[in-house]
């Protein structure tokens, strides 16, 4: 029997030709939990995007469901410990994004200090004169060659960073929960505690999953210690808490905060919204590259047949659920 799916963004369609070989496929594009909730009853299998919310409210109506593939590297919109006790497998894809993640984030670092969108704006207002503006700003405006950048998480999306970085001579320190010494004599990077690299750094990357150790590791009194620096968050949007952050940037305190997600998405309004000087906002798209988003899509796809095949993923991210409900109980699918 051919397993059901729920596909709920727009996936490419390469990868979704692909799942249809062995799947029946419905997508239902971005549903409310409501909606969610009313449907997943029917399905085996679904493919979650980051902005798909799979709650306890949802999975306590997923009677058939045996696996949730997201199709990202983090899965902190999926309530992994409601599914773990209902036995029901969830994946995730490590590293195929890291590439594209990396070099946005090197666009985002470039754009917030020579301030280009802020310069876009003006000319395409037909406000030439008001570049002066800008120019009288210079003394704000700052080149990354030769700053010491500090990225918190080193993996694989952090390295990425950092190699890119370096043709910019810059000093490079980092945090991550263990030293990686390969990237250490890659790059010269020194490893530091958070404190030290925030205190040594003028420009800090946030690289890390949203976690309960990792919820608002930019906190209050991290914010005050980042006085005169640059903060870029290429992670999730809650590993900074945002009040703290907004409060210091409209007090001139931090130099400026780039970041391609926010705590609440999607978001509409936001105090952020009225520093254009000091910010850039980009909506959760940084691996949002035709390519990445490809190989992404396979690799969730394989993700999902590998638990019908009743074979382990790589990327297994609830490891528990094995001890919940054996693998060889959700096969659907011979090899």
Not at 224 to 248: F, P
Not at 276 to 304: C, I, S
């Amino acid at each position: 029997m051919r397993p059901r799916v729920a596909v709920l963004f727009k996936m490419k369609s390469k990868p979704l030709e692909e799942l249809k070989k062995f799947a029946d496929v419905e997508v239902i594009l971005y549903p409310s939990e409501e909606e969610l909730a009313s449907k997943i009853g029917e399905f085996d299998g679904v493919i979650v995007s980051p902005l798909n919310k799979i709650t306890k409210k949802v999975l306590e109506n997923a009677k058939k469901l045996k696996v949730i593939s997201c199709h990202s590297a983090g899965y902190d919109n999926v309530d992994v410990e409601e599914a773990t006790k209902r036995g029901i497998y969830v994946t995730k894809v490590s590293g195929v994004l890291s590439e594209a993640v990396a070099e946005f984030t090197i666009g985002l670092l470039i754009n917030l200090m020579r301030k280009i969108h802020y310069a876009d704006k003006f000319i395409r207002e037909g406000k030439w004169e008001s570049h002066r503006t800008v120019w009288s700003g210079f003394k704000e405006i700052e080149t990354l060659y030769g700053k010491k950048v500090g990225i918190i998480g080193m993996g694989a999306i952090g390295k990425a960073i950092a190699k890119r970085l370096l043709p910019f001579g810059v000093k490079l320190y980092y945090w991550s929960r263990h030293r990686k010494e390969d990237i250490e004599r890659a790059t010269g990077a020194k490893f530091m505690d958070i404190d030290d690299l925030i205190e040594n750094s003028d420009v800090v990357i946030l690289a890390l999953p949203l976690t309960k150790e990792t919820y608002h590791i930019i906190n209050e009194e991290r914010v005050r210690r980042l006085e005169g620096k640059y903060l870029v968050n290429i992670g999730r949007g809650a590993l900074v808490d945002e009040k703290a952050l907004t409060k210091a940037l409209k007090e001139g305190k931090i130099k400026g905060y780039a970041t391609d997600v926010f705590e609440e998405e999607p978001i509409k309004e936001h105090e952020l919204f009225q520093l254009e000087w000091e910010t850039v906002l980009t909506p959760h798209y940084a691996g949002l590259a035709k390519e990445a988003l490809e190989d992404m899509g396979f690799r969730a796809v394989e993700n999902l047949l590998k638990v019908f095949r009743g074979e382990i993923p790589e990327d297994l991210v609830n490891k528990e659920v094995l001890k919940v409900r054996p693998i060889d109980e959700v096969k659907m699918l011979e090899g």
